[in-house]
């Protein structure tokens, strides 16, 4: 069966490589597209009509439309610029189209890579998809990915670990259910199979998009709750240099929880510098970023600096190839649990015992290469080294290194395409808390082909993926994704699709045996590996014109999962342990499933001098546990279950939802311009986690009252003001948690309170 199917696989990409377009009466049109401004080339534009599938600009703008004799519309988008439609009339041989594209914000064209590796327009999308653009990272004075996630509907990111759509608990340094890539490379630690999001170059960053959902066809293990695409940007100029520098200062005013004598100062500074630059076929960048910050949480503190690099050179219009690489090093103290929920909210259990103090030192470098062949072929190959070095303390020096490598092809036809390709790593590391040295690989093959009509849209693909860590080989079960998209006009959009997942547990999960202070965490080598599925229908509808635009998303979803590994409080050790033996420890839960709903609006007006958007988002879901309540297993009860789920649910209802989650969580966010002032708010509700290990409520001062008095959720505000000079820069007044409100999103730790900051940045 594996032989077979790989066969397959491989049998699929070989034939990708010798197809060509076996119609009798083709017309290329061909063309080029550049910036109007900068009149430079612009690669990867997406070059489609109606009825066919379309092509993408190389690298030097220059397209190639195999169509037809008749009558066409052909539309050019691309993201972060305006879409231009031009109509001709195809009889026979024609001159080059050239097009210049205007740059702008277009919240309703965006284009996006999403799960399949290739642009689409947002709303074409068989998946639901939300992105964050540069702006907005500089807007809120973001300053690490993480950080960004949390501004999109229905995820939240807790002590690193994202959530989407309630996929995810509490898991501290257990391996992540989201696939990271940036710049197409999957940035994933090889020992624990988690994302380290200050090590992401946020000061370089172009656009961040988000996939919802079962997403391991094309990126693998991991990809289980869904993807997190980083693109870093590239100069779209011949020289630009961007620097930006803050100091915040956190606010101790809540009586109970005022900084008390000997305690330092919160604060955070930071500050970062971007250099872009075209010589001949060459782009370079250069973007340094430093940060110290001082918690209001006590014995909290971090101090990073990190480096990125990157190189493209274009020797011809086929190919390209290049390098990207980054370095971080930093020293950071972690809080993990208060004393209590009044006046030791501040301070550590147990005194510095639970403070976790590290010093980390991560490294990649990435070379990559793309190459269009004659025949419209698109290879590429992107390979990686990922090392990283940590120490705690002075017990234990991990360090491990991954070695990976990923090819991808891809043909266009005149109304499908076919894409395919190879991946695989190698990776090794030594880590005393992980009992010892670990060797172990991954290898697998996808494909994965998409066919366009006039009105619908067909996308569908399968992966098979092996893994092997020291002697133990799992093989994952081949899985598949499908997916379709409808649009009877050009302004509504219906999708639907059903998405396979799986991930194995990563090394740390099974083999963990060390404390963070007094909590210990305890291995368990029998973890089986996750498998699941996600469902939705979808719709977005479009509507506006250039000045008063706007758009609704709402989606319905249906989640489920196998052997879902859940991150569990409990007493796993000896009594005579630190703290009577209690700690965490992962465990399969044998069936969950997760169903909900998630609602996006946005609008956007534009009218000379006055700019305004603004954009909400609203996400529910319901997680439970089937074994801990069978009875769910009935889908009219599950279904019941899900509309009460709305409303506040007795003690019973909560008893069967899986622990750690938020059912409702609702984020908007608006920003008013007027010449060179703006002026923006944003706000968050965050539900209470409804189920919780009980463990915590009885040794953990604090906690069975505070989830007593914040039964109804919290509410938190952002303000924000700040005024461009064009020849002086931008300076920026922030004030975060404007009504100061004392929140714990991670039971236990408590958040930000109010926080001034001052921001400046320049550019020229």
């Known amino acids: 069966m594996k032989k077979s199917l790989f066969r397959l696989l491989l049998i699929t990409l070989i034939c990708i490589l010798k197809l060509s377009l076996a119609q009798s009466q083709i017309i290329y049109v061909k063309g080029k597209v550049t910036d109007a401004k900068s009149m430079e080339p612009l690669t990867g534009v997406t070059v489609s009509t109606e009825k066919y599938i379309g092509t993408f600009t190389d690298l030097n703008g220059n397209f190639q439309l195999p169509l037809t004799a008749g009558d066409y519309e052909i539309k050019f988008s691309y993201l972060g610029w305006g879409d231009t439609s031009i109509a001709i009339h195809v009889t026979g041989q024609l001159n080059p189209i050239n097009i210049s594209l205007h740059q702008h914000e277009q919240a309703l064209s ?5 799960a399949n590796r290739y642009s689409r327009p947002l709303a074409e999308q068989i998946v639901s998809m939300s992105n964050i653009p540069q702006k907005e990272l500089q807007q809120k004075n973001i300053q690490d990915a993480a950080q960004a996630l949390d501004q999109v509907s229905g995820i939240i990111v807790v002590d690193g670990q994202a959530a ?168 950071t103290s972690t809080f993990m649990f208060w004393s209590n929920d009044s006046s030791g909210a501040y301070h550590p259990l147990n005194g510095t015992t639970t403070l976790i103090d590290l010093k980390e030192f991560f490294t990649t470098v990435a070379p990559y290469l793309t190459y269009f062949s004659k025949s419209g072929i698109k290879h590429s190959v992107h390979l990686q080294y990922y090392h990283t070095n940590q120490i705690s303390g002075k017990i234990w020096l991990p360090t491990t290194h991954l070695f990976s490598g990923d090819y991808f092809i891809q043909k266009d036809f005149s109304s499908w395409m076919v894409s395919g390709g190879l991946s695989g790593n190698i990776f090794f590391f030594h880590d005393d808390g992980l009992q010892g040295t670990h060797i172990g690989n991954f290898g697998a093959a996808f494909f994965q082909f998409e066919k366009n009509w006039k009105k619908i849209r067909l996308e569908a693909g399968g992966r098979y993926e092996t893994f092997r860590l020291d002697t133990m080989t799992e093989n994952s079960r081949p899985v598949g994704r499908f997916g379709i998209n409808y649009s009877p006009d050009k302004k509504i959009f219906f999708r639907s699709s059903y998405g396979q997942g799986f991930r194995f547990p990563s090394p740390a999960e099974r083999f963990v045996n060390y404390s963070l202070g007094d909590i210990h965490i305890y291995p368990n080598p029998t973890l089986l590996p996750e498998k699941g599925w996600s469902a939705e229908i979808g719709v977005r509808k479009k509507a506006g014109n250039e000045k008063l635009s706007g758009y609704t998303d709402w989606a319905v979803f249906l989640e489920g999962y196998h052997n879902m590994l859940e991150f569990t409080f409990g007493q796993w050790g000896k009594p005579t342990d630190p703290l009577i033996g209690l700690g965490f420890k992962s465990l399969n839960v044998n069936e969950a499933r997760i169903a909900g709903t998630e609602l996006e609006i946005g609008m956007k007006k534009n009218t000379g001098a006055v700019k305004w958007n603004a954009d909400a988002g609203y996400s529910y879901s319901y997680p ?15 279904m019941l279950n899900v509309a009460k789920g709305f409303g506040k649910p007795d003690s019973a209802f909560i008893s069967g939802l899986l622990r750690y989650r938020n059912r409702h969580i609702l984020k908007f966010d608006s920003d008013f311009s007027w010449r060179e002032f703006s002026i923006g708010t944003s706000g968050k509700y965050y539900s209470r986690m409804d189920n919780i290990d009980f463990y915590f409520n009885i040794f953990i001062p604090g906690v069975k009252n505070y989830r007593e008095t914040h039964i109804n959720g919290d509410w938190v505000f952002d303000f924000r003001f700040s005024f461009q000079s064009k020849s002086y820069g931008k300076v920026s007044i922030l004030i975060n948690n404007f009504l100061n409100t004392n929140y714990a999103i991670r039971i236990g730790k408590f958040d930000a309170p109010r926080g001034f900051t001052l921001q400046y940045s320049y550019n020229w």
């Open 624 to 638: 439970v546990d089937l074994n801990a309540d069978s009875s769910l297993r009935n889908p009219k009860k599950f």
């Open 164 to 331: 989407i759509r309630g996929g995810s608990g509490y898991a501290y340094g257990s391996g992540s259910r989201v696939m990271i890539v940036v710049d197409d490379v999957p940035l994933l630690t090889s020992d624990r199979n988690d994302i380290k999001w200050n090590f992401i170059p946020i000061e370089n960053i172009d656009r961040i998009e988000i996939v919802k959902g079962a997403s391991s066809v094309q990126y693998g293990s991991s990809a289980l709750n869904g993807i997190v695409s980083i693109h870093t940007a590239f100069p779209t100029k011949k020289e630009e240099t961007n620097c930006s520098g803050y100091v915040t200062r956190y606010d101790g005013s809540i009586p109970s929880f005022k900084i008390v004598s000997g305690d330092k100062t919160p604060f955070a500074t930071g500050a970062y510098f971007v250099h872009k630059r075209k010589i001949g076929k060459s782009d370079f960048v250069f973007d340094a970023y430093g940060q110290y910050y001082q918690s209001w949480l006590q014995g909290d503190f971090a101090r990073r600096t990190r480096e990125h690099f990157k190189y493209r050179f274009r020797p011809n219009d086929h190919l390209t190839f290049g390098v990207n690489a980054t370095a971080l090093i930093q020293h």
């Open 110 to 114: 965006e284009v996006v890579v999403g």
